[in-house]
């Protein structure tokens, strides 16, 4: 890819779990916003898809009142997962496919007025493990971007604060090395972070970091959806919920609402359901009674923080306010009343980031010298503690052995002694998770290194020396050595994306179809037009999830044993899922009186948007395991009846228009 160019500037984009903003610097080494298509700054991260396009931003929400079923939002809480929460028009879709459509709408509307671009710095919650960011670098390659870097939310809002206090002066930054420490509160729509930052000139070193990728201002609407929805069952016995555009009316009318409150002490509400209209008026005290909760979980994490640095609230220079939900005024009246500080509002919460993701874009693409800028350091602690799983002495039981706690500063190396457990053990596995629980099955497996071929007569309680080593881009290396017979094996986790995402195309041929398919997309019944790509891919879809389903109980490659075990789980949870549906559409049938009709409708919702996902994770599941036996050639009788279609479709997909 060819370098950038004075017609080719990088850009930084805060890829936002309700908003994405894109922005790079001007002439004058100045961070400037780009407004989208509709000349507006912030881009809502949302996606509507019909037979002719993919519509992108406030069009989106609008229509999705209309047709909730086609409607995508706040995926970025699903990245990391295999698909997102529920179908879309009845296709299981990865979750970066969805933040790739929105990376590729910002960066044509930013060559709308900076010509072509390529490069760019991607912006992620701190508390984003490597997963989750390894795939947010994959939608960026899918949305045809060279990502430059992906670094944290807090820290680029630091740097663009770094930025209005010329910390990157080459004069005024070496005279502001007296370090200071700022804490950055990041409430963004879908997830929180909390970091503490020591910026010392040109340095940006983070001391702790904290946050919940599943807590933001979503969570306060659903506060007050669910408030207004209760308002409006026990007045007239139905819940307006139950309707999927009823329901997707009232969540945007709630978060107008929501905006309102922030600067006014009442806001109304009008709900619609059932051809009955229902006037309901919340007041700011009201709402900050129903997010009292969470806006506690913030603060106990912004305390924990503070502590987890060794530090006081009198060695906080600073408190700096970002991320749109942090407008809330009781954000601001919570951190005053901890910190003792007044926030610092000076910057804009919804563009800090995109603006600091842009000075460290112009840095990483040398572009910064002209405008007068030096280059900054970035210097991070690891968000998720990293570990071995080993066998617990007394109780007998695997248990998560952490090597590396989590807000340790990288690059690290760490090294630590177990013992073998058992006389004439002939292997050592050391499996390698990241996560904060003992318990290993609620931790995420990272990979295992095995010393093999171990004397017969090896005695029990041997020493194991493990070393980790933790690099600054997150790669990951351990060396598990058993020194009294001089063996040792390596192995080296970089945790790049494993699987074919396919390209975009191809993925708007799969959502254009004329309808939504209804079901599992193990349904292959539906007629099929070989001359429309759509259609192709949805009937290979269905025949993929068919092989997996068989496949499931069949003996397979070892080199296929994570998806069978991935598909094994998933069919599973939907039993799970299924049994809990039955169970709560059970108890709304015995409902007696008005009260418990509208407490078990509401359990029973809660059951079938759980069994939906459960129903959806398997699909998914079922069908990369179909397609990865179907590219291994794997000898299944399934595969035997349909591999020659699947072999015909293959050939169609490429050249239907």
């Known amino acids: 890819m060819p370098g950038p160019t004075a017609a080719q500037p990088p850009v930084g984009i805060d890829l936002g779990t309700t908003y994405s903003v894109v922005a790079y610097l001007d002439d004058s080494g100045r961070p400037t916003t780009l407004p989208n298509g509709s000349g507006e700054l912030l881009t809502a991260s949302a996606l509507l898809f019909d037979a002719d396009d993919v519509v992108v931003g406030r069009e989106a929400v609008r229509g999705s009142i209309m047709d909730p079923d086609s409607f995508a939002e706040c995926f970025k809480r699903d990245v990391g997962s295999s698909v997102y929460h529920r179908k879309v028009r009845g296709v299981d879709v990865p979750p970066e496919v969805f933040s790739a459509l929105i990376l590729e709408r910002l960066r044509q509307d930013a060559e709308r007025r900076l010509g072509p671009v390529r490069q760019a710095v991607i912006t992620v919650p701190a508390f984003f493990d490597e997963t ?12 045809g971007l060279e990502v ?31 370090p200071r420490r700022v804490l950055v509160y990041d409430l963004g729509g879908g997830t929180f972070d909390v970091t503490i930052l020591e910026i010392s000139g040109h340095r940006f070193r983070a001391l702790a970091t904290d946050g919940d990728v599943r807590l933001g201002g979503k969570d306060f609407d659903e506060r007050l959806v669910d408030h207004a929805a209760g308002q409006f069952a026990a007045e007239h016995g139905l819940d307006p919920r139950s309707d999927a555009q009823d329901a997707a009316q009232l969540w945007q009318d709630i978060q107008e609402a929501k905006h309102t409150l922030s600067e006014r002490q009442r806001a109304v509400v009008m709900v619609v359901h059932a051809g009955i209209r229902m006037r309901i008026e919340v007041t700011r005290q009201l709402f900050e009674e129903l997010g009292r909760d969470l806006l506690r979980r913030t603060e106990n994490t912004t305390v924990q923080v503070v502590r987890e640095a060794g530090l006081q609230w ?6 700096l306010l970002v991320g749109g939900s942090s407008r809330m005024p009781m954000v601001a009246e919570m951190l005053q009343r901890v910190t003792g500080k007044e926030p610092d509002r000076t910057a804009s919460p919804d563009e800090a980031v995109a603006h600091g993701a842009a000075l460290y874009a112009a840095m990483l693409a040398n572009q910064g010298a002209p405008a007068g800028l030096a280059r900054c350091e970035l210097l991070n602690v690891n968000s998720h503690s990293l570990g071995v799983v080993g066998m617990n002495t007394k109780t007998r039981r695997r248990q998560n052995v952490v090597i590396i706690p989590k807000n340790t500063p990288i ?34 497996a990272l990979g295992h290194c095995i010393v093999r071929d171990l004397p017969p007569d090896l005695p029990q309680g041997t020493q194991v020396r493990v070393e980790y080593q933790y690099a600054a881009n997150g790669r990951i290396s351990v060396l598990a050595r058993v020194p009294a017979v001089r063996q040792s094996a390596q192995v080296e986790i970089q945790r790049e994306p494993g699987r074919d995402l396919e390209d975009l195309d191809t993925w708007r041929a799969r959502l254009r179809g004329a309808g939504c398919a209804a079901g599992s997309s193990s349904s292959s019944a539906a007629p099929i037009d070989l001359n429309d790509r759509s259609s192709v891919l949805r009937r290979l879809d269905a025949l993929y999830t068919l092989v997996g389903q068989a496949a499931v109980s069949e003996s397979l490659p070892s080199s296929l044993s994570g998806s069978q075990q991935a598909a094994r789980a998933a069919a599973a949870a939907l039993e799970k899922a299924q049994a809990a549906l039955h169970a709560a559409a059970a108890a709304k049938e015995s409902a007696a009186g008005t009260g418990e009709a509208v407490r078990y409708g509401s359990e029973l919702a809660r059951a079938k948007t759980a069994h939906d996902q459960a129903l959806t994770q398997s699909d998914f599941a079922h069908l990369i395991l179909g397609r990865e036996c179907t590219a291994a050639a794997v000898d299944l009788p399934i595969l035997r009846q349909v591999g020659p279609e699947i072999d015909l479709l293959k050939r169609h997909s490429k050249h239907s228009p």
Do not use: M
């Open 148 to 178: 430059l870097d992906i670094i944290n939310e807090p820290t680029a809002a630091a740097v663009a604060y770094g930025y209005q206090h010329g910390f990157f002066h080459p004069v005024q930054g070496a005279v502001e090395a007296e």
């Open 411 to 444: 690059p690290c190396s760490v090294a630590r002694t177990f013992q073998t457990a058992r006389h004439g053990q002939r292997n050592v596995v050391v499996a390698i998770v990241e996560g904060e629980s003992h318990r290993p099955e609620e931790c995420i």
């Open 132 to 143: 989750r960011r390894k795939a947010t670098q994959e939608a960026g390659r899918l949305a």
């Open 314 to 319: 009198s060695d906080i220079e600073r408190v």
